[in-house]
């Protein structure tokens, strides 16, 4: 461009068609020389990097990754026998320990504290719900034996698997302060022998509560109408219901669900002798610590309801019979198909009842000297 | 201490009433006056005694149903409690350093465990039908419960001395050993003992009449 | 105040065990139970390297932060030790452990564990040091004798290093120096080759021992 205006220009001037060559050539040039940098310039880095030797990617790079097992598990192997004994870093250790520290931990402790508190202010608000219409005196049977003792099974489990479990979640912060961690240590190995002894106990009792409780417990239209009126919870405000009402078939559901999760995830961690990795435990620890807490908490308003919480609600599980004006006021629709059946008022005569639930044969009885008598 | 105390004197002195008071009662059931047959015997009592010690162990026709319940869960309790008391590997330790000198093979630890659960169920269901069942609650006596509740509780503390790393986990237990040995003989934890004398008696009283039952 | 470190250096470890074999002597540790192990990648393929590991006695070690029953505890030395008498054999420890450190004598089912071992770095345990009780609980207390742990001592090659982490990583650092900018992944030929050494001026010497 340095002889650009010595040249007489005249660009108006029609004597010349198109680009003298002298100028097309030097044109082209500049193209060439301006492609060459566009291609040469992004390798300028990478041969800087090989001349100056400053930057080799670290040749240990590759063992680190398969050491983490960056890209799935390693080419690994030792002569130590064990259970992932060649797995160099374990994958999952850290992000388990931070569930349990900074999930499980406080999350369940405000949960099961916030269903207390909540439980406390219900009690001061509404207090006991009392039987409004009094107690009748007619009595209508309400679980079997089989039902209550099976009831009464899963719950003395289910209360010891939770004060146990709460020991060792919770000891560290709330019971090594009181007892010492010696003291704390005894407490601590006896819940934990006597959790890992008692629970898979707890499987077969919620299988055997599946069973007995399952019948009446499927959703309907009635209990949508029953939670839209707070199950009655309020003073005033009745909500009509079956033989078991919403919240008891939640209950129900809750359960069959965490039963099925805890008792599973609980088998696995208490039964390390079919090779399982850390990974699956860490993941049955979640499970299982995770349910537990809020199955706990869901608890505590079950035990509520069905002791202090509620006047008449207990005898259906301690003797099987409740109250009719309980049961009008609570599961009405059932009083209905109740008298309609003639079962209300019975007396709870003990060999009918054994008749009842235990299909007995007694015809043997009456007449002293037979076979059965024998026996 | 405490444990030197409870598996010191306290030991002695329960194992002493258990024994005395077992043989005591045994003795006072031997001779207790028995009305004298005057009929000719149709057969000997001997094999009736026997056989009735054997098939007084299953459900009679007729009960089957009924005591399914009982039949299953009581054996879930019994054979599990004998398992644990007779092969459990703490227990043959201590019957061969403080009892007889000398020891059997323990059952693996899985079958303690194992026999454990069954007996922890069994007892649970057992106890808890007797109070659920009107019948069963009303021919239970306070000795029927107390027998119940101390037997699950000597299981319990056993359970939780499981780690065997705590003195005072194990005294807790052998206390509450004591106090069953202690209770045994004076209550009807003595069916241990009895129930063979008193199948023996029927079946022999029975053997002699030439029924068989 | 020292704090105290293991350092394999995976081009000299030659998967000896014996590392593996002397920790075992030294502490009469129980069969299944494996302080320390030797951890080959890629055996036998091109790039085949090993590792010797055992606990890395962390600063915030996982171990004590998931313990129900907080039975571990840490050294002014920076050992990460802990009380079998406060151990109720859980596995948490094990599950938190990034190197499978924690070892339980016993795998059986009911959650039987027995209580955890695991390497001590040869610093015993609670109470008194090498009292019969420690050592039949722990092992040897080799640093109340003012010795090293037994593992970085018989470590033929001096691929595992183990002491003060100053001096650990001193050692480390001048190895690295004349193996090259490369450092890592360059192989026995370079690991051990006479001359780079004498080019790098550190023929023959530690660098903890020239202090």
């Not at chain 1, 919870?233 to 359960?255: R, T």
């Not at chain 1, 537990?292 to 002791?307: E, K, M, Q």
Request: glycine share 12%.
């Amino acid at each position: 461009m340095t002889d650009h205006p010595s040249r007489p220009a005249i660009p108006s001037e029609p004597r010349q068609h198109g680009v003298p060559p002298r100028v097309r050539a030097r044109i082209t040039r500049y193209l060439l020389a301006l492609l060459a940098f566009v291609l040469i310039a992004p390798l300028v880095p990478y041969a800087a990097a090989y001349l100056g030797a400053g930057n080799v990617p670290n040749p240990g790079a590759g063992l680190w990754n398969e050491v983490r097992q960056r890209a799935g598990p390693a080419d690994a192997n030792t002569q130590a026998r064990g259970v992932e004994s060649a797995v160099l870093i374990n994958q999952v250790g850290e992000r388990w320990r931070q569930f349990r520290s900074e999930m499980l931990v406080p999350v369940g402790a405000w949960l099961l504290l916030g269903t207390l508190g909540f439980l406390a202010l219900f009690w001061i608000l509404r207090g006991r719900i009392p039987l409004e219409g009094g107690r009748s005196g007619q009595l209508v049977p309400r679980f079997s034996v089989n039902q209550r003792v099976v009831h009464w099974f899963a719950a003395i489990l289910f209360v010891f698997l939770a004060v146990t479990g709460l020991v060792l979640l919770y000891g560290r912060f709330v019971l090594i302060p009181i007892l010492g961690p010696e003291g704390f240590s005894a407490t601590a190995a006896a819940c934990k022998e006597g959790h890992n002894l008692f629970g898979p106990i707890f499987p077969f009792a919620v299988l055997a509560m599946i069973v007995l409780f399952l019948r009446g417990n499927g959703f309907n239209q009635i209990d949508l109408k029953w939670f839209f009126r707070a199950g009655g919870l309020l003073k005033g405000h009745p909500a009509s219901s079956g033989y078991y009402n919403g919240g008891q078939k939640s209950w129900f559901w809750m359960v069959v669900l965490f039963g099925i999760a805890i008792s599973i995830s609980g088998l696995i961690l208490d039964f390390g002798v079919f090779g399982q990795g850390r990974e699956v435990m860490a993941l049955a620890h979640v499970v299982h610590g995770g349910v537990a807490v809020v199955f706990i908490a869901a608890s505590l308003g079950h035990i509520y309801i069905g002791t202090v919480g509620m006047e008449g609600a207990f005898e259906s599980m301690s003797h099987g019979y409740v109250d009719a004006n309980w049961a009008r006021e609570h599961h009405d629709l059932w009083l209905a198909e109740m008298e309609a059946a003639g079962m209300v008022g019975v007396e709870p005569n003990a060999l009918e009842e054994v008749k009842r639930h235990d299909n007995i044969d007694f015809k043997g009885f009456g007449s002293p000297g037979t076979k059965a008598v024998q026996g | 201490m405490f444990l030197e105390f409870v598996e010191g004197p306290l030991w002695y002195f329960s194992a002493v009433v258990f024994v005395v008071g077992v043989l005591w009662r045994l003795v006072d059931i031997w001779r207790q006056p028995s009305r004298t047959d005057l009929a000719v015997p149709r057969g000997s009592g001997v094999p009736g005694a026997l056989r009735t010690i054997v098939t007084r162990s299953w459900t009679a026709k007729g009960f089957s149903r009924g005591a399914t319940f009982h039949l299953v869960a009581g054996y879930m309790f019994h054979i599990g409690l004998f398992v644990l008391l007779i092969f459990a590997a703490p227990h043959v330790k201590f019957i061969e350093e403080r009892i007889l000198g000398f020891g059997w093979t323990p059952a693996p630890h899985w079958l303690f465990m194992v026999a454990s659960d069954l007996a922890f169920a069994g007892i649970l269901l057992l106890w808890l039908r007797r109070l659920m069942h009107p019948v069963m609650r009303k021919i239970s006596t306070f000795d029927d419960h107390a027998a119940a509740i101390l037997t699950f509780v000597v299981m319990l503390t056993g359970c939780l001395a499981l780690l065997k790393s705590h003195d005072s986990l194990r005294a807790i237990h052998m206390l509450t050993v004591c106090l069953l040995m202690v209770y045994f003989p004076f209550s009807r934890l003595m069916h241990a003992f009895t129930f063979p004398v008193s199948r023996a008696y029927t079946g022999a009283a029975m053997g002699r009449k030439g029924v068989s039952a | 105040m020292a704090r105290m470190k293991f350092l394999c250096d995976t081009e000299r470890c030659i998967e000896c065990n014996g590392c593996v074999t002397a920790c075992k002597n030294e502490h009469e540790v129980p069969w299944g139970i494996n302080r320390r192990r030797v951890v080959t990648i890629n055996d036998g393929e091109k790039g085949e390297r090993s590792l010797s590991v055992a606990c890395m006695h962390c600063s915030d070690a996982p171990c004590m932060a998931v313990c129900p029953v907080d039975c571990f505890f840490q050294t002014a030395d920076g050992v990460v030790l802990h009380d079998k008498d406060i151990c109720i054999g859980c596995g948490y420890c094990f599950y938190a452990c990034p190197f499978g450190a924690p070892q339980f004598p016993t795998g059986g089912v009911f959650g039987s564990r027995g209580k955890m071992d695991k390497c001590t770095f040869c610093a015993g345990g609670p109470g008194e040091a090498n009292s019969a009780e420690q050592v039949r609980k722990y092992g040897r207390n080799r640093l109340a004798e003012g010795k090293l742990p037994i593992c970085a001592e018989m470590c033929a090659t001096k691929a595992l290093l183990a002491g003060d982490g100053d001096v650990v990583a001193d050692i480390f650092r001048q190895r690295m120096a004349y193996r090259g900018a490369a450092g890592l992944g360059t192989g026995w030929g370079v690991a051990y080759d006479k001359g780079l050494r004498k080019a790098s001026g550190l023929d023959g010497k530690a660098a903890g021992k020239e202090d």
